[in-house]
């Protein structure tokens, strides 16, 4: 199953805030050995976002959304989900236990319109608010969805969670980065070497970051991604090559 992030708001694509969701996921799935296979962020129109949704919940992927499950008239993300999914919004149970224990008699009438998920949703606990969040686990694509607030403070330990209670045996043996930074070159003079060097190391990932300094310099971060020890081997390699051409580098 690839791990997909569709993130959710104008406020991302107007610029007005600065996304840290993708950060944070990358970051608790690196120790388990896995990565973000796919990003995509979508504004607050309904009609685009149900598109959206209906594409993704045709996709057999573990997708994390954040973003749009408020009680105010631009979070849309929860009645775009049940329309997507052709069922009805509901009034899930345990939702209204948990905001009522949040807010009391302030729960109503506006924050509880929180408690209204597509019908058959499983709830995410918040251990900021208490206002859940919810997954949808039958979709037609055989994937999950799991929709949480936009906050990152509330997201990110409730992704935890989700990892922790629904994924805890995913896992891959654990991939790293060996890069080797190349001063005073450009990457058209490493090319022929970086196409020779991906087609014997089928198993890693070869990638390169090219830089232009403030002195106007050209470096590259020329590096790779695989299991240690053919990522240390990797960089051991170019190392080797460089010194061959007489390029200054240094191993980061």
Same mark, same amino acid.
């Given at each position: 199953?690839?791990?997909?992030?569709?993130?959710?708001?104008?406020?991302?694509?107007?610029?007005?805030?600065?996304?840290?969701?993708?950060?944070?996921?990358?970051?608790?799935?690196?120790?388990?050995?896995?990565?973000?296979?796919?990003?995509?962020?979508?504004?607050?129109?309904?009609?685009?976002?149900?598109?959206?949704?209906?594409?993704?919940?045709?996709?057999?992927?573990?997708?994390?959304?954040?973003?749009?499950?408020?009680?105010?008239?631009?979070?849309?993300?929860?009645?775009?989900?049940?329309?997507?999914?052709?069922?009805?919004?509901?009034?899930?149970?345990?939702?209204?236990?948990?905001? @009522? +224990? /949040?807010?009391?008699?302030?729960?109503?009438?506006?924050?509880? =319109?929180?408690? #209204? $998920?597509?019908?058959?949703?499983?709830?995410?606990?918040?251990?900021?608010?208490?206002?859940?969040?919810?997954?949808?686990?039958?979709?037609?694509?055989?994937?999950?969805?799991?929709?949480?607030?936009?906050?990152?403070?509330?997201?990110?330990?409730?992704?935890?969670?989700?990892?922790?209670?629904?994924?805890?045996?995913?896992?891959?043996?654990?991939?790293?980065?060996?890069?080797?930074?190349?001063?005073?070159?450009? @990457? +058209? /003079?490493?090319?022929?070497?970086?196409?020779?060097?991906?087609? =014997?190391?089928? #198993? $890693?990932?070869?990638?390169?970051?090219?830089?232009?300094?403030?002195?106007?310099?050209?470096?590259?971060?020329?590096?790779?991604?695989?299991?240690?020890?053919?990522?240390?081997?990797?960089?051991?390699?170019?190392?080797?090559?460089?010194?061959?051409?007489?390029?200054?580098?240094?191993?980061?």
């Amino acid at each position: 199953m690839a791990i997909g992030l569709l993130i959710i708001g104008d406020e991302i694509l107007s610029g007005r805030r600065q996304d840290r969701h993708l950060a944070n996921l990358a970051e608790l799935l690196k120790p388990r050995g896995l990565k973000v296979d796919w990003v995509r962020i979508v504004g607050d129109d309904p009609a685009l976002l149900r598109e959206t949704l209906q594409e993704t919940f045709a996709r057999p992927d573990i997708v994390f959304c954040h973003g749009g499950i408020g009680a105010t008239p631009d979070d849309r993300t929860r009645q775009c989900a049940a329309r997507a999914l052709g069922v009805p919004l509901v009034r899930h149970p345990g939702a209204v236990a948990e905001i @009522e +224990a /949040q807010f009391g008699e302030d729960a109503y009438p506006h924050r509880i =319109r929180m408690a #209204e $998920l597509p019908e058959g949703a499983e709830l995410i606990p918040n251990p900021f608010n208490r206002v859940p969040g919810f997954s949808l686990l039958h979709l037609p694509g055989g994937g999950h969805h799991h929709f949480m607030p936009g906050f990152p403070q509330m997201a990110k330990p409730m992704t935890e969670w989700l990892l922790n209670h629904y994924y805890a045996d995913l896992s891959q043996p654990r991939r790293v980065e060996k890069v080797v930074r190349l001063f005073d070159t450009s @990457e +058209a /003079q490493w090319l022929s070497f970086m196409e020779t060097f991906a087609a =014997r190391h089928p #198993e $890693l990932r070869l990638f390169s970051l090219p830089r232009i300094e403030a002195d106007g310099s050209r470096s590259i971060e020329l590096g790779v991604e695989g299991l240690p020890e053919a990522a240390e081997a990797a960089q051991q390699a170019i190392m080797a090559e460089a010194q061959r051409r007489g390029v200054r580098f240094a191993p980061d």
